[in-house]
């Protein structure tokens, strides 16, 4: 096992994604991996800390899909940039939708927007702790603070407003003294002991990030533990959390895969989720649960046929539950019929409970969140109901596991 240099270069991310414009013959060039030029004269640093690559020569020849590379980021949460393939018919080409490694050095500034790490979404793969998906609630009187409550427990989560502030004529929730926060609390920490080890099929690669109170905003300290194993037939994600404090904390992990579609022709591609039930919004501009689940069944949003359902002109922001497993896995699938490539996400973890998937209109990919917890945790309006955050009494861990495969889908599934 070796401590990550921190001269080692990332010359070989840029190469490689350089290549997957050659190789990803189906897709114009756009604002996606490596399609902007950089320069390679000094280390590359995001957060204030080197990117990293692990990676792996591939060795089937084309004959099958498999992974070759990972890089992540560990001054911002140990977040994956990109991941690279090996796919028949494609060559190298991106697994996640990502702009440049240039765009993010850039945009990943710590500022305005991306004060409390924001910019790192929307991209990549960002990981979600201590709470996934959104969280309403009270705004303070100086518009910082989104209060919530756990057993008894105040919270409170920063708050950054990211449009202007609402109208009398266009009303929503922070009109009404409520705000809304989410994606977790480590978008900006910095990991620690970074270390790769080569493994017989690839590299995995270690980190720590002791979060502490996550800034003095949760009611223990925590430490996280990741670890991410690049094989060719997969990638491996675990995140260990341990409660290093004296108080009883809760706490959800997940993950914001966004998972590229190779052709670029969305309404072809074809989505499979596990879920039986989903969580009611009252509209899609707040996005506010109603605490209401209903099934999906003879509903646009059963997308549980084995061979997936056509995306067409469908756009998600849906929170899935009640999810079947096999093998002890919640498998999510996305196929790309015209480019044969196919990509399943894996949650492995039995306190994962749902998936919440984000697909707009217009845009070439899926975000697959494999989460502990409903949309809202701490929200009365589940009326007591267990709601999927795990309490961790001091010394407790849990641990939240994903594991992503390549499959090419069966001529014809389309």
């Known amino acids: 096992m070796t401590i990550v ?3 080692r270069l990332v010359t070989w991310a840029i190469a ?3 290549c997957a414009i050659a190789g990803c ?5 756009t604002d996606h991996p490596g399609r902007g030029a950089m320069s390679a004269s000094q280390p590359v640093q995001v957060g204030g800390e080197p990117v990293v690559t692990i990676q792996r020569n591939p060795t089937t020849d084309g004959a099958r899909p498999e992974f070759v590379s990972l890089t992540f980021l560990p001054g911002r949460g140990m977040n994956v940039f990109q991941i690279d393939a090996d796919v028949p018919d494609l060559g190298k080409i991106p697994v996640l939708y990502s702009p440049s490694l240039e765009t993010v050095a850039n945009r990943l500034n710590g500022q305005g927007f991306d004060r409390f790490g924001a910019a790192s979404v929307g991209f990549g793969e960002a990981f979600l702790i201590p709470y996934p998906n959104r969280i309403f609630g009270r705004l303070s009187n100086d ?7 756990w057993h008894g427990h105040a919270i409170l989560l920063p708050f950054l407003r990211f449009h202007p502030a609402p109208s009398a004529s266009s009303p929503d929730h922070t009109a009404s003294n409520e705000g809304m926060v989410m994606h ?4 900006r920490d910095q990991a620690q002991d970074v270390h790769t080890e080569q493994t017989p099929d690839g590299e995995t690669a270690t980190a720590v990030i002791h979060a502490g109170d996550y800034g003095g905003h949760w ?4 430490d996280l533990h990741f670890t991410l194993e690049l094989a060719g037939d997969a990638v491996t994600e675990s995140i260990v959390a341990t409660n290093v404090g004296q108080e009883d904390e809760p706490i959800a992990i997940g993950a914001h895969p ?5 052709s670029g022709d969305r309404s072809q591609a074809r989505l499979h989720v596990p879920a039986s039930m989903m969580a009611v919004v009252n509209n899609y501009r707040q996005e506010f649960p109603t605490g209401k689940l209903r099934p999906v069944q003879g509903t646009r949003y059963d997308y549980r046929s084995p061979g997936g359902i056509p995306l067409d002109d469908h756009a998600l922001d849906d929170n899935f539950s009640h999810l079947e497993r096999a093998d002890g896995a919640v498998e999510v699938r996305l196929t790309d019929p015209q480019s044969h490539y196919g990509i399943a996400v894996d949650g492995l973890s039995p306190a994962i409970k749902t998936v919440q998937i984000y697909s707009p209109q217009g845009r070439d990919f899926v975000a697959v969140e494999e989460q502990f917890n409903f949309v809202d945790p701490f929200g009365k309006e589940w009326k007591g109901m267990d709601t999927g955050m795990v309490t961790l009494h001091p010394g407790e861990s849990t641990t939240w596991k994903l594991r992503l495969r390549l499959f090419t889908p069966a001529v014809g599934s389309r």
Do not use: D, F, H
């Open 5 to 7: 240099n921190r001269r």
């Open 16 to 18: 490689a994604s350089m």
């Open 25 to 29: 013959k189906q897709r114009a060039a």
């Open 143 to 149: 518009g910082t603070e989104v209060s919530a409550e």
């Open 184 to 187: 977790g609390l480590i978008l």
């Open 219 to 222: 009611l223990s300290r925590t």
């Open 258 to 262: 966004y998972l590229a579609i190779p």
